[in-house]
Structures are given as C-alpha cells and as structure tokens.
C-alpha cells in the first residue's frame, strides 16, 4: 500500500500568506476505481481523526457522486488512465511557515508577443 517515492506536498495560502507542507509519510491511500472511491475518502478521514494529515485529490471524474446532474464521461486512455480517481497522503506532522516573496527579474517574466489589434 505504501509507495516507494515518498511525495511531497505543500499548500499555498496566498490569504495569509503561508506555506504549508506535511512530512513524516505514513504511506498512501489510492482508489483506481469508481467503487474504491468512498472507502478511500473514510479512511482519510479516519485517518485525520487519529492525528495524521491526509493530503491529497479526488479526480474531476468523481463530481456525478456530489452531482447527480453531472454527466460522467469516460476516462482518456491515453493519459490519465494510470491515475488514480482519489489519491491521498497519509503524513505525521505539518509545519506551516511564511511564503517567501517572489525573485525579481525570475526568467517566468510574461511579455505580450501581440498586439491587442492582432489579438
């Protein structure tokens, strides 16, 4: 059940201005199927009940289970067929720290390469 890289995650909170970033993995929770779903989401929470951090995603192919009027469509093949519908790390501790300010003159510079009449 535990995966042989160990992942690393951090969480922006651009309100307050802090990063978030568990540590200490435990291991990981992943359902591949549409039926894995649900108990994967009850042991993260069990999980959080008992001090760990659950980090993780619920994939854009679970909504119809919130939504009843959404459509499902069939997973791409091609690309996200080796991803998990849910995936979520199970972590010992957090440690919250202020975000660093951005580098001036980062080579992530934007510039228009048109014009607005072009556009």
Known sequence: MT????????FDNMRDRTASVPSGFEGELR?????EV??????AEAASRRG??????????????FDGGLVLRERDPQWCSQL?????????DCVTT???????????DWFRSTSTQQH
Do not use: C, Q
């Open 31 to 35: 359902a591949n199927t549409f039926d």
């Open 98 to 108: 202020p975000l660093r300010p951005a580098r001036v003159g980062s080579s992530m």
């Open 38 to 43: 649900t108990s994967v989401m009850r042991r």
């Open 84 to 92: 998990p519908l849910a995936w979520f790390g199970l972590f010992r």
């Open 52 to 65: 760990l951090w659950a980090a993780g995603y619920l994939s854009r192919e679970y909504e119809p289970a």
């Open 3 to 10: 995966s042989k890289l160990i992942p690393r995650v951090r």
